[in-house]
C-alpha cells in the first residue's frame, strides 16, 4: 500500500485547510485509515481514524473543527480542518492500518501544515 499525502501549507488561525491522502496498491487489505500528526519536539499523535465500517474517532483537541472523510471511488481519505489554531502547526500523516496475522501500519510522507499570522 502506498499512501501520497498533500494539502498542507500556511493559513491563518482561523483559517481551513483540507488534507487528501491518495491510496494505491492493495487497499483492500486496509482496514482503518486516520490522519496523525507530529508537532516540533512532540510524539506523534492521532488526529482522525475512520474504519471500513464506518465509525469515526477523533483526539479531543480537534472535536468539532475536524472532519475525516473517504472517497472510496477515487481510494483518497481527506482531513477537512477548519477554525485552525496555532497549536495544530505539524507534519501531518496519512495512515492505513492491515489488521492479519500481525498488525502493519503504513505511512505516507507527510505534509506540512503551519497556522500563523
Known amino acids: 500500500v502506498q499512501l501520497q499525502a498533500s494539502g498542507g501549507g500556511l493559513v491563518q488561525p482561523g483559517g481551513s485547510l483540507r488534507l487528501s491522502c491518495a491510496a494505491s496498491?492493495?487497499?483492500?487489505?486496509?482496514?482503518?485509515w486516520g490522519w496523525y500528526r507530529q508537532a516540533p519536539g512532540k510524539q506523534r499523535e492521532p488526529v482522525a481514524v475512520?474504519?471500513?465500517?464506518?465509525?469515526?474517532n477523533y483526539a479531543d483537541s480537534v472535536k468539532g473543527r475536524f472532519t475525516i472523510s473517504r472517497d472510496n471511488a477515487k481510494n483518497t481519505v481527506y482531513l477537512q480542518m477548519n477554525s485552525l489554531k496555532p497549536e495544530d502547526t505539524a507534519v501531518y500523516y496519512c495512515?492505513?492500518?492491515?489488521?492479519?496475522?500481525?498488525?502493519?501500519?503504513?505511512w505516507g510522507q507527510g505534509t506540512l501544515v503551519t497556522v500563523s499570522s
Open positions: 496498491g492493495s487497499i483492500f487489505s486496509i482496514s482503518t
Open positions: 475512520t474504519t471500513n465500517g464506518g465509525s469515526t
Open positions: 495512515n492505513a492500518v492491515h489488521y492479519g496475522m500481525t498488525r502493519r501500519d503504513y
